[in-house]
């Protein structure tokens, strides 16, 4: 039967007549007071209108809707009445197209969302907003789509209209999702955050928003700055007390950080959420002691809470308190949390306790996650251990058989495992096996590069770096790498600090590479230029190799006594290095 002939059928109906007012009452709510269909609805319009121009003028403000456009949206009326949702919303889309209507939008973006259409809700959202600039609700609803495409921009720039609009926008949003923000729409947002703080220089939450973009973007000075503003504006504030010992974090300056968090819990002693940040810092201080106290408390207030159970675990497997990490352990994967990780750590705790079957029960129970290679390659381990080198490289050779993706992480256990049997000739074939089968692996060509440093055959180290440039043309590693290589162990110092200079370009805060520049202009007899970069090597990362590399730059510069001193010192952390007996043995001893 023809659409036509349904309506002629149920006009006659009183329910359906009921239903009808109800339509027309909804149509004129929805937007037909502004844009109504030509002659039925103007009656509508008429009696609906209070003001004496509307009176005077019956046409007022009235725009016709196409022919079928009324019995289109009276047929997703009856849809909708019936339960038939998804045919209502695609006949009320299909009519916002159409028509621009702002009421006829208004009403799929409402159902839109009833029914979590999201691609419907976003389309008939811009509809509405185009339609009626005014509508604080269209915003609302276009601004949480953007936001949901991760049109974080334009989200911000609708965020913008709904405060025109006397809305409440979420400006904060920007700074708990700055991480999935690219860096381009990050600069975008801060400089329209900048320009709303001329109009209201105290708004916390722009000001918050901008102090994580600018950690962000590594402009951590300023973005300190705006932290302190915002504990002047709410001391207490939980989420400006993180931002701030974050940036003290960054900034190298965690015992301020630390302390920060103390005069916080002095006051607020029951705000977990710090005792928790404090705990983390203290940890990554190394002051586990007093990380362990911490995490105790928490663990007193929060017992089922994972990071707690996992922190305990890892400082009673410092502490050697095997029975009480495996506890701790055990409840994770009886509650479910952090399984995977609570699995390798069991096997970890079997293997302290020599416990070797255990621990190959536990490792083999890691179903995923970034510990599942590890495990697996503690499992080949322990197998070559107990079971002999064949078992073992049966078993990776069964992983890469039954997980064909991961074949070349299996492909690179292998050949760690060979290279610390020293197995030259073996560990040599299996990687170029391997390299045939995945010829642009870049970790196992990076591996087979340092094999051959290892074994002394440069020109294995230089073709597969060369290579791993070539595929990753940004790969810094690679090029300090060889680089350094180049410095040390040939008279191609040129080349060598073209690479270095590179590596710096893409990281110039990089310990490891700031020692190759000096290194390779103490090589190029530049002495004055590489002392500063040793120095500053030594001071951001305290290591045997570049205090040997210091040293002996001192020492070439006539600074002897000073080169003494850092080789003594670094000879008291490092008793067995070997780049400090070394330079001593040259130096010294000769």
Same mark, same amino acid.
């Given at each position: 039967?023809?659409?036509?002939?349904?309506?002629?059928?149920?006009?006659?109906?009183?329910?359906?007549?009921?239903?009808?007012?109800?339509?027309?009452?909804?149509?004129?709510?929805?937007?037909?007071?502004?844009?109504?269909?030509?002659?039925?609805?103007?009656?509508?319009?008429?009696?609906?209108?209070?003001?004496?121009?509307?009176?005077?003028?019956?046409?007022?403000?009235?725009?016709?809707?196409?022919?079928?456009?009324?019995?289109?949206?009276?047929?997703?009326?009856?849809?909708?009445?019936?339960?038939?949702?998804?045919?209502?919303?695609?006949?009320?889309?299909?009519?916002?197209?159409?028509?621009?209507?702002?009421?006829?939008?208004?009403?799929?973006?409402?159902?839109?969302?009833?029914?979590?259409? =999201?691609?419907?809700?976003?389309?008939?959202?811009?509809?509405?907003?185009?339609?009626?600039?005014?509508?604080?609700?269209?915003?609302?609803?276009?601004?949480?789509?953007?936001?949901?495409?991760?049109?974080?921009?334009?989200?911000?720039?609708?965020?913008?209209?709904?405060?025109?609009?006397?809305?409440?926008?979420?400006?904060?949003?920007?700074?708990?999702?700055?991480?999935?923000?690219?860096?381009?729409?990050?600069?975008?947002?801060?400089?329209?955050?900048?320009?709303?703080?001329?109009?209201?220089?105290?708004?916390?939450?722009?000001?918050?928003?901008?102090?994580?973009?600018?950690?962000?973007?590594?402009?951590?000075?300023?973005?300190?700055?705006?932290?302190?503003?915002?504990?002047?504006?709410?001391?207490?504030?939980? !989420?400006?007390?993180?931002?701030?010992?974050?940036?003290?974090?960054?900034?190298?300056?965690?015992?301020?950080?630390?302390?920060?968090?103390?005069?916080?819990? !002095?006051?607020?002693?029951?705000?977990?959420?710090?005792?928790?940040?404090?705990?983390?810092?203290?940890?990554?201080?190394? !002051?586990?002691?007093?990380?362990?106290?911490?995490?105790?408390?928490?663990?007193?207030?929060?017992? =089922?809470?994972?990071?707690?159970?996992?922190?305990?675990?890892?400082?009673?497997?410092?502490?050697?308190?095997?029975?009480?990490?495996?506890?701790?352990?055990?409840?994770?994967?009886?509650?479910?949390?952090?399984?995977?990780?609570?699995?390798?750590?069991?096997?970890?705790?079997?293997?302290?306790?020599?416990?070797?079957?255990?621990?190959?029960?536990?490792?083999?129970?890691?179903?995923?996650?970034?510990?599942?290679?590890?495990?697996?390659?503690?499992?080949?381990?322990?197998?070559?251990?107990?079971?002999?080198?064949?078992?073992?490289?049966?078993?990776?050779?069964?992983?890469?058989?039954?997980?064909?993706?991961?074949?070349?992480?299996?492909?690179?256990? =292998?050949?760690?495992?060979?290279?610390?049997?020293?197995?030259?000739?073996?560990?040599?074939?299996?990687?170029?096996?391997?390299?045939?089968?995945?010829?642009?692996?870049?970790?196992?060509?990076?591996?087979?590069?340092?094999?051959?440093?290892?074994?002394?055959?440069?020109?294995?180290?230089?073709?597969?770096?060369? =290579?791993?440039?070539?595929?990753?043309?940004?790969?810094?590693?690679?090029? !300090?790498?060889?680089?350094?290589?180049?410095?040390?162990?040939?008279?191609?110092?040129?080349?060598?600090?073209?690479?270095?200079?590179?590596?710096?370009?893409?990281?110039?805060?990089?310990?490891?590479?700031?020692?190759?520049?000096?290194?390779?202009?103490?090589?190029?007899?530049?002495?004055?230029?590489?002392?500063?970069?040793?120095?500053?090597?030594?001071?951001?990362?305290?290591?045997?190799?570049?205090?040997?590399?210091?040293?002996?730059?001192?020492?070439?510069?006539?600074?002897?006594?000073?080169?003494?001193?850092?080789?003594?010192?670094?000879?008291?952390?490092?008793?067995?290095?070997?780049?400090?007996?070394?330079?001593?043995?040259?130096?010294?001893?000769?």
């Amino acid at each position: 039967m023809s659409m036509q002939g349904i309506s002629d059928n149920l006009l006659s109906s009183k329910s359906f007549q009921t239903l009808v007012f109800g339509i027309w009452a909804v149509l004129g709510l929805m937007g037909c007071v502004a844009n109504p269909v030509a002659t039925t609805s103007e009656v509508l319009v008429v009696e609906k209108a209070s003001t004496p121009e509307a009176k005077e003028d019956k046409r007022f403000a009235v725009r016709p809707f196409p022919e079928g456009t009324l019995l289109a949206l009276l047929s997703a009326e009856i849809a909708g009445y019936r339960g038939d949702y998804q045919s209502a919303l695609e006949t009320y889309l299909a009519e916002a197209r159409k028509t621009g209507d702002p009421g006829v939008a208004a009403r799929v973006t409402r159902l839109a969302a009833y029914m979590k259409a =999201e691609q419907a809700l976003f389309e008939a959202a811009e509809i509405w907003t185009a339609a009626d600039p005014t509508s604080l609700e269209a915003h609302q609803f276009l601004a949480d789509q953007l936001v949901k495409r991760g049109a974080f921009y334009e989200a911000f720039q609708v965020m913008q209209a709904i405060e025109a609009l006397n809305g409440k926008p979420q400006y904060d949003f920007f700074a708990y999702r700055v991480g999935s923000i690219s860096k381009a729409e990050r600069a975008q947002i801060l400089s329209g955050l900048k320009q709303m703080l001329l109009e209201d220089p105290d708004a916390v939450e722009v000001l918050f928003s901008m102090g994580a973009i600018l950690q962000s973007l590594d402009q951590l000075d300023e973005a300190l700055g705006i932290a302190d503003r915002l504990l002047v504006l709410a001391p207490e504030e939980l !989420n400006f007390v993180i931002l701030k010992a974050n940036l003290l974090t960054a900034l190298k300056q965690s015992e301020d950080a630390i302390a920060l968090l103390r005069a916080q819990l !002095n006051s607020n002693p029951d705000r977990h959420s710090l005792r928790m940040l404090l705990a983390r810092g203290l940890f990554e201080r190394r !002051n586990l002691a007093e990380a362990r106290q911490e995490y105790e408390r928490l663990h007193q207030v929060l017992p =089922e809470d994972g990071e707690v159970l996992f922190a305990l675990a890892v400082l009673s497997i410092e502490d050697g308190q095997y029975d009480q990490a495996r506890r701790h352990l055990l409840r994770l994967v009886r509650t479910e949390q952090r399984v995977n990780q609570a699995q390798y750590y069991l096997g970890r705790v079997a293997e302290k306790t020599e416990d070797t079957a255990l621990a190959l029960r536990e490792y083999n129970k890691v179903a995923g996650g970034y510990e599942f290679i590890s495990a697996q390659g503690r499992v080949a381990d322990l197998m070559q251990e107990s079971q002999g080198l064949e078992a073992a490289r049966q078993h990776l050779a069964q992983q890469r058989q039954r997980l064909p993706s991961l074949a070349a992480q299996f492909e690179l256990l =292998e050949g760690q495992m060979l290279s610390r049997l020293g197995l030259k000739d073996s560990l040599f074939a299996h990687l170029d096996d391997a390299i045939g089968a995945h010829p642009e692996d870049i970790p196992l060509l990076y591996f087979r590069a340092m094999s051959g440093q290892r074994f002394g055959d440069l020109v294995i180290l230089e073709r597969d770096l060369k =290579e791993v440039i070539r595929l990753d043309p940004d790969n810094a590693d690679a090029m !300090n790498a060889l680089g350094y290589t180049l410095a040390d162990q040939t008279d191609r110092f040129d080349e060598a600090l073209d690479l270095i200079s590179q590596a710096l370009a893409i990281k110039p805060d990089e310990p490891a590479f700031i020692d190759s520049m000096g290194w390779v202009l103490y090589r190029l007899n530049r002495l004055e230029e590489a002392l500063p970069y040793l120095e500053r090597a030594l001071a951001l990362f305290p290591n045997d190799e570049v205090a040997a590399h210091l040293g002996e730059v001192l020492w070439a510069s006539g600074q002897k006594r000073q080169a003494k001193k850092i080789w003594r010192e670094a000879l008291k952390d490092y008793p067995d290095s070997v780049y400090i007996r070394s330079v001593l043995e040259r130096f010294l001893d000769s």
